[in-house]
């Protein structure tokens, strides 16, 4: 069974920037998985920031983008803001109806 | 603006079944999948199950395949999630989320509020 990776956790300082990423337990990931990504901060729903691998959602600020770097889809934020202290899920679509999310990434900033 | 309302979530004894429901609105129902997407206490995200734009296609994760069948109506633009044999490990908030254009996009853009699913005796 494939597993969807993140990193359990990263901290990032005020200002810097941080890329997150998305890998598979076996193969690489590509445009082909339309990986998505999602804010959730606690007791809320998850937000959805980037659909498709690098289209942000309405009203999510252009220091959010998302790419495929080498093998792995990957969330970059720039100019990292304290409400940016959150959990990051990326979800990869598997074909055939089925997506997969990863097990998310707690951000400190 | 999309609105998705879920409702339906209780306290069941394991062994016992609940449906979900989600009331759509703000967009073209019938042109979008759905799924429905599940947090347990203090964990993460799990996509539980999909349905393609017309209700042909249904998909589910291999933790709920067999117990648990998702539906759709829509005339009524709602989706349902109905859930058999419950287990303690289904507890969690219970999140309706509409997915993308094509028959299977089943990943997430828009979420619900959610439902809290809590099995115990």
């Known amino acids: 069974q494939t597993v969807v990776t993140q990193e359990p956790s990263f901290s990032v300082s005020p200002g810097g920037t941080v890329t997150l990423t998305c890998g598979l337990s076996s193969g690489s990931v590509s445009t082909s998985y339309y990986p998505s990504w999602y804010q959730q901060t606690p007791g809320q729903a998850p937000r959805t920031l980037i659909s498709?691998?690098?289209t942000r959602s309405s009203g999510v600020p252009d220091r959010f983008s998302g790419s495929i770097l080498g093998n792995k889809a990957a969330l970059t934020i720039t100019g990292a803001q304290a409400d940016d202290e959150s959990d990051y899920y990326c979800?990869?679509?598997?074909?055939?109806?089925?997506?997969?999310f990863g097990g998310g990434t707690k951000l400190t900033v | 603006e999309v609105q998705l309302v879920e409702s339906g979530g209780d306290l069941v004894q394991p062994g016992g079944s609940l449906r979900l429901s989600c009331a759509a609105s703000g967009f073209t129902f019938s042109s979008y999948a759905m799924s429905w997407v599940r947090q347990a206490p203090g964990k993460g995200l799990e996509w539980v199950s999909g349905v393609s734009t017309s209700g042909g296609g249904t998909y589910y994760a291999g933790s709920v395949k067999g117990r648990f069948t998702i539906s759709r109506d829509n005339s009524k633009n709602t989706l349902y999630l109905q859930m058999n044999s419950l287990r303690a490990e289904d507890t969690a908030v219970y999140y309706c989320a509409k997915g993308g254009t094509t028959f299977s996009s089943t990943w997430p853009v828009d979420w619900g509020q959610g439902a809290l699913v809590t099995v115990s005796s």
């Open positions: 498709r691998t690098n």
């Open positions: 979800v990869l679509y598997m074909g055939s109806g089925i997506s997969v």
